[in-house]
């Protein structure tokens, strides 16, 4: 088994499941817990499970994550990046065309 750390940033806060609520944006570290699996010609490894990091003033809570509420999570938020920039880049053509 490995366990590998990276870290995941949300722009918006976001959730990941009814139960936990919403959280702040931030960036977040995350360990990710896989198997080794024997092949004839490679090795892979299966995603066992995902850790979340939340830290707060005094402590750090562990949040074991489900692969796919996580991956919706990220996604919602770079569509509400997306969205924003699509937005902010709308609103700076108007002024332009404006100001001519």
């Given amino acids: 088994m490995r366990t590998r750390s990276s870290s995941v940033s949300?722009?918006?806060p976001f959730t990941l499941n009814?139960?936990?609520g919403e959280l702040p944006a931030g960036t977040y570290a995350i360990e990710i817990d896989e198997e080794e699996i024997q092949a004839t010609d490679r090795?892979?490894?299966r995603r066992l499970a995902i850790y979340l990091y939340v830290e707060n003033f005094a402590s750090t809570r562990t949040i074991?994550?489900?692969p796919a509420d996580l991956e919706s999570a990220l996604k919602r938020d770079l569509?509400?990046?997306l969205s924003q920039a699509?937005?902010?880049?709308?609103e700076r053509v108007v002024?332009?065309?404006?100001?001519v």
Wanted: aromatic share 8%; charged share 20%; glycine share 12%.
């Fill in 64 to 66: 074991a994550v489900i």
């Fill in 18 to 20: 009814r139960g936990l």
């Fill in 43 to 45: 090795t892979a490894y």
């Fill in 10 to 12: 949300f722009e918006h």
């Fill in 95 to 99: 002024r332009r065309g404006s100001a």
């Fill in 79 to 81: 569509t509400s990046v």
């Fill in 86 to 90: 699509g937005a902010d880049a709308s």
